[in-house]
C-alpha cells in the first residue's frame, strides 16, 4: 500500500516513472508518494517514513491528553506545572 503525501490517497500500486520521471500517485500525479502503513492508535493510512507508529492528528490527541493532566493536576496539588512535569517524569523513569 502506498499514500500520497500531496492528496492523502492511498493506492495499491503508484504510476510507474519511465526512468527519467519519478513514479507518481494515481489520484493527483504529485510524486511525494510513500509506502504506507496503518496508524498503531486510530488506523488511518500514514506514510512509513521515521520511525513513528501513530499518525500526527493521535500524536496532537495525546499531546492535548497531557497537557490536561498536568494543567489538571498542578491546580488539585497546588503544584507549577513544570513540578508536575517533574513528578511525573521521574515517575515514568522508575516504571522503565
Known amino acids: 500500500m502506498y499514500i500520497c503525501e500531496e492528496c492523502g490517497a492511498t493506492f495499491e500500486e503508484p504510476i510507474k516513472g519511465n526512468g527519467i520521471e519519478k513514479d507518481s500517485c494515481p489520484n493527483c500525479g504529485d510524486w511525494g508518494i ?3 502503513k496503518k496508524c498503531s492508535c486510530c488506523g488511518e493510512w500514514m506514510p512509513a517514513k521515521g520511525l513513528e507508529d501513530i499518525c500526527n492528528n493521535c500524536k496532537v490527541e495525546f499531546e492535548r491528553a ?6 489538571i493536576y498542578a491546580e488539585a496539588l497546588d503544584l507549577v506545572e513544570s513540578e508536575v512535569v517533574e513528578m511525573t517524569m521521574d515517575y515514568l523513569e522508575r516504571r522503565m
Open 66 to 71: 497531557v497537557d490536561q493532566f498536568v494543567e
Open 34 to 36: 510513500y509506502v504506507a
